[in-house]
């Protein structure tokens, strides 16, 4: 009988990508995205599609507002997105984009349906390669989570923790894409660009990332860049 | 200068004690509350009741359906709740009225509020010894959401983490009584009953230990109850 498996799913290729790993481990699938008031709601369509596309067996959209707070350029649109910068900058510091606690709040709404659901794991794309500043997503936070979801539910009590599985947590953005290739992805539904404008700007940290990610990967990004 | 702190306020009176003693520690204090379709909004009031009586400095209420998945006796109305059963029977096994990883989402959107609020610590009233079923009121598991507050957060990484204080953790609920009495707490404002009815029904897990707690301290307890 297959497992059942959560998959975090913000819409980005990272998600999309392990998404599609845990359907080819035979795990059987849920999909959890946040309408968190990022920015723009594009993203979500993102998800909605890719999840669609891989057929999972639910797909869940909480409504969260985390931008009563503030605290991040993901959130509040009166600060400004790093643009042009060069991908060795973005390993350096926290960037402004980082929003407080993020994934430690989504990973814990995560937890509470993969014990309600009987789910085995919790699927997330983190990675700590390429954009590395982000404390949330690094090995030594997603143990110190692990031991959240051991200790902290009842199935963990009971001997049967839940597994926060990060897939993608050593590979370098070109290696994910190559992966999700193999696999099958459909690049074409999936939107990385932090603006929600009607073509993606290819200009902030996530874009560039994505571009220099296909190029090393010598594979061709369909998504079409505003001003190229 | 005091130094801020959150306090997780449910409007029963651990909580509440815990507030009170945060106020007079000379923290200044941010309450947090939440409507996550408990089986009832009494202790919503109750909560708001007594963030007004602390004056405190602020006071949210997120709404957060964790009744959608269901997985409780304190969100699903069709499950029934324990009643008439001795206090040593409660610290066995995991009660049906835990609630699938209640703290550690209730602790994450702390942890968002305290760090865009520059709050040294967030407050909680666990306590592992009369109730001790609760596998995320244990401190091994406070121990391990600690490192998730230090490892998590941009705070945290910068050598400031946010702390996390559970200063009821190794009190009896005699004890906890004995603390809140000497800071104040306002009993009469607090709601421990699971049920929401009119008065306290006096037989659910809930009421029969804070009346046995009561007892304990040799303090009157304010609350009517129903046929006493």
């Known amino acids: ?14 998600s999309a990508t392990v998404l599609y790993h845990a359907q080819a481990a035979g795990d059987e ?8 008031q990022q920015r723009h709601r594009r993203e979500l369509h993102s998800a909605q599609a890719i999840a669609h596309s891989a057929a999972v067996h639910g797909h869940e959209i ?5 931008g009563r707070w503030g605290g991040s350029a993901l959130t509040q649109r009166d600060l400004d997105l790093p643009r042009q910068r060069h991908p060795a900058a973005m390993t350096q510091g926290i960037p402004i984009t980082y929003v407080p606690a993020r994934n430690t709040i989504f990973l814990s709404l995560a937890l509470a349906w993969a ?4 789910a085995k794991r919790v699927y997330l794309g983190a990675n700590a390669l390429d954009y590395s500043g982000y404390p949330d997503c690094r090995e030594d936070y997603l143990l110190a989570m692990q031991q959240v979801y051991t200790l902290g539910t009842k199935r963990g009590r009971e001997g049967q923790p839940i597994e926060l599985a990060a897939p993608l947590l050593h590979l ?9 290739q193999e ?3 459909p690049w074409e539904l999936t939107w990385s660009c932090y603006q929600g404008e009607e073509m993606a700007c290819g200009m902030c940290d996530s874009c560039i990332l994505r571009r220099e990610g296909f190029r090393q ?12």
């Not at 370098?172 to 999700?180: A, P, S, T, V, W």
């Not at 061709?220 to 190229?228: C, I």
């Open 217 to 228: 990967a010598g594979i061709e990004d369909p998504l079409p860049y505003a001003g190229t």
């Open 115 to 118: 014990e309600v659901l009987g």
């Open 183 to 185: 696999l099958g992805v």
């Open 1 to 14: 009988m297959n497992q059942r498996a959560i998959v975090l799913l913000s819409g980005g290729l990272d």
């Open 62 to 66: 909480i409504p969260l507002d985390l």
């Open 172 to 180: 370098h953005k070109g290696e994910i894409i190559q992966l999700g």
């Open 29 to 36: 699938c849920y999909a959890l995205s946040f309408d968190y």
